[in-house]
Nanobody
Framework: QVQLVESGGGLVQAGGSLRLSCAPS????????MGWFRQAPGKEREFVAA????????YYADSVKGRFTISRDKFENTMYLQMNSLKPEDTAVYYC???????????????WGQGTQVTVSS
């Protein structure tokens, strides 16, 4: 089964930065929409950001606009989430996902990673 593997999580102080990476264990997702989601303890999973296969269409949740940047490198077959000015409320398990081949947006993702923990201390 194809897996998406996240990395780059950790513990950081408020105001700090982290960069998350997401790469598939096999095959390529170069034509798929890829996204980041997060789930904090006791809360439902929420959308963070998404990027189309060609990288031209990008979406952000209002809560991260201006602080987070999503990008993808087709040659490395990797997606990134640069997180700056982190806040304690950004603490969550972050998941990457892929779906909707050849589309610019994705209402329902088919492939998910196992998640990486991001903890922001105050």
């Amino acid at each position: 089964q194809v897996q998406l593997v996240e990395s780059g999580g950790g513990l950081v102080q408020a105001g700090g930065s982290l960069r998350l990476s997401c790469a598939p264990s096999e095959r390529t997702f170069s034509n798929y929409v890829m996204g980041w989601f997060r789930q904090a303890p006791g809360k439902e999973r929420e959308f963070v950001a998404a990027i189309s296969g060609n990288g031209y269409t990008i979406y952000y949740a209002d809560s991260v606009k201006g602080r987070f940047t999503i990008s993808r490198d087709k040659f490395e077959n990797t997606m990134y989430l640069q997180m700056n000015s982190l806040k304690p409320e950004d603490t969550a398990v972050y998941y990457c996902a892929a779906g909707c081949r050849y589309r610019s947006s994705c209402p329902d993702y088919d492939y998910w990673g196992q998640g990486t923990q991001v903890t922001v201390s105050s």
